[in-house]
């Protein structure tokens, strides 16, 4: 079925009347974002889409579409009414437009809570005006890294940073103190039924005076990082806690000793 199958009229006499009121060196296009709109997962988001010169679009007839799915239908609006017979059922209960922004020639989409399954190419059509815009949705979703200690020795400590929650696939970057790149084992990656990635990394460090250490994950598509700090005891602090019981022992059994040892004379 093509986009404009619908039973409804394609012009009104008032969209008539518009077009030609039009100055003759106006022509009306459609016009959507030269850049690709990011959303984040269960937020809402808008679809910029306006009509150039601005005109009332009230009574216009108003396509949004997925192409790819089927049926790619988004949101139709005409005869001042949305149609909702070939849209496609994900999409329902979550789509509108500003009917007082269409006054003004803002046709722009609102997407409300926003799913993985969102991402992907939509075009905004005026069948009436010509060529669609094309608009570019990329959806992420992210969460802060959790840091575990996994393994300690009297030297070394082996960590453990995991988080859950991303699309797309993020990275995960163990850093020092200095912001230095640490060596660390691959990175362990699932996906969930909810398509969001679940990422997690090992690195083994020593207790030294730099015993600051951050896991950092990052989405370089939609720019997003997320990062976590963990302080491991140096050596010195952790060879007192363990020796100072014994130590104070030791001198307590000493000088008791003493102590008798004198009174015995």
């Known amino acids: 079925m093509a986009f404009s199958d619908f039973t409804v009229p394609l012009f009104h006499p008032l969209i008539v009347f518009l077009l030609l009121s039009q ?31 601005a005109m009332n679009a009230s ?14 239908f988004i949101h139709v609006r005409a005869n001042r009414q949305e149609y ?13 437009v500003s009917i007082n922004k269409l006054q003004h020639g803002d046709v ?5 809570k926003v799913r993985v399954s ?58 020092d103190v200095e912001g230095n790149l640490l060596s660390a084992g691959p990175t362990e990656t699932v996906r969930g039924p909810d398509h969001l990635y679940t990422v997690s990394s090992r690195v083994t460090v020593e207790k ?3 015993n600051s250490f951050t896991c950092r994950v990052q989405q370089r598509t939609t720019n997003q990082t997320r990062e976590t700090h963990i302080t491991v005891p140096v ?23 003493i102590h008798k040892w004198r009174i015995g004379r």
Do not use: M, N
């Open 84 to 96: 909702v017979a070939h849209k496609q059922p994900s999409f329902r209960g979550r789509t509108s």
């Open 208 to 210: 030294r005076h730099s």
């Open 23 to 53: 100055p003759h060196g106006g022509q009306l296009q459609v016009i959507g974002p030269s850049q690709p709109i990011l959303a984040t997962v269960g937020d809402d988001v808008i679809l910029p889409c306006r009509l150039e010169p």
């Open 108 to 112: 722009s989409l609102k997407l409300s």
């Open 59 to 72: 009574d216009i007839r108003l396509e949004w579409a997925r192409p790819d799915l089927s049926p790619g």
């Open 118 to 175: 969102d991402e992907g190419t939509y075009r905004c059509l005026v069948p009436s005006l010509g060529p669609p815009a094309v608009i570019k949705l990329v959806v992420g979703a992210v969460s802060s890294p959790a840091i575990s200690t996994i393994y300690t020795s009297s030297r070394k400590v082996v960590l453990d940073c995991e988080s859950r929650g991303w699309y797309p696939e993020p990275e995960v970057l163990w850093l």
């Open 235 to 257: 050596l010195s602090q952790w060879v007192t806690v363990i020796l100072a019981p014994g130590l104070l022992g030791v001198v307590l059994v000493a000088g008791f000793t």
